[in-house]
């Protein structure tokens, strides 16, 4: 088992251009989401799924979609970088979405500068 | 929501046990506690989980009082490598997600 893969490992962007952030996990988990963490702060939840097809909003989903249309793969799209949007981003999954929360595991995450 | 609070830095010198309290006043009845561990440049990784009494792994121990609006973790014997961010959550009971929300956690800093 690979886990929880993320790709690119870095990027650098300038204001306005678009991308896409992918997480891949071969564990067969239903539940996946993304986080940014800012320098000296804790994770944000910024999307999550809780199966194919299912998503739905953390607590800054603001420039960012996401879609799940398979199991294994929750990519997070930047429509239009930002400055702000300069973060490292983590990617993990659980085996299920509902009833006492379960381990969850992390990527390695994707140091995004937008310049 | 339940919400956590943690001190945010923490020194303890090799060999010694550490003990880091959580605060979590609404802590919701279907709400487990766990505990995760992130190294600079790394993804967090799962410690340790429980919902009430006494836990413990081969990693940790994680206390939980009565009322659970609070629990410490424990690590026994610290050596450097346990330098390192740890963060205490609380499950959301309220939503079938049960999603993880991330304090600031607790910077560790084992000193030889």
């Known amino acids: 088992n690979a886990g929880v893969t993320q790709t690119p490992k870095f990027q650098v962007l300038k204001t306005g251009q678009s991308m896409t952030l992918q997480c891949a996990q071969d564990?067969?988990?239903?539940?996946m989401s993304w986080y940014r963490q800012d320098p000296g702060m804790g994770l944000r939840l910024i999307h999550y799924?809780?199966?194919?097809?299912?998503?739905d909003q953390g607590e800054v989903p603001n420039g960012y979609n996401v879609s799940r249309s398979t199991t294994e793969d929750f990519p997070l799209r930047l429509l239009s970088a930002a400055p702000s949007q300069t973060s490292v981003y983590f990617c993990?999954?659980?085996?299920?979405?509902?009833?006492?929360?379960?381990?969850?595991?992390f990527g390695p995450g994707t140091r995004l500068l937008v310049l | 929501l339940a919400k956590t609070t943690q001190p945010i830095s923490m020194d303890s010198y090799e060999g010694q046990e550490v003990n880091i309290t959580c605060s979590h006043n609404?802590?919701?009845?279907?709400?487990?506690i766990t505990w995760y561990q992130q190294f600079p440049s790394q993804g967090p990784r799962f410690i340790i989980q429980?919902?009430?009494t006494k836990v413990t792994n081969e990693v940790a121990s994680l206390f939980i009082p009565a009322d659970r609006k609070s629990s410490t973790l424990s690590l026994p014997r610290v050596s450097l490598s346990d330098t390192a961010v740890y963060y205490c959550?609380?499950?959301?009971?309220?939503?079938?997600?049960?999603?993880?929300?991330f304090g600031t956690g607790t910077r560790l800093t084992v000193i030889p």
């Open positions: 564990m067969n988990h239903e539940y």
């Open positions: 609404n802590i919701a009845t279907n709400d487990y």
């Open positions: 799924s809780v199966g194919a097809g299912i998503t």
């Open positions: 993990a999954s659980r085996r299920t979405a509902g009833g006492p929360v379960e381990t969850q595991y």
């Open positions: 959550l609380v499950g959301d009971g309220e939503t079938g997600a049960n999603n993880l929300f």
């Open positions: 429980g919902y009430k």
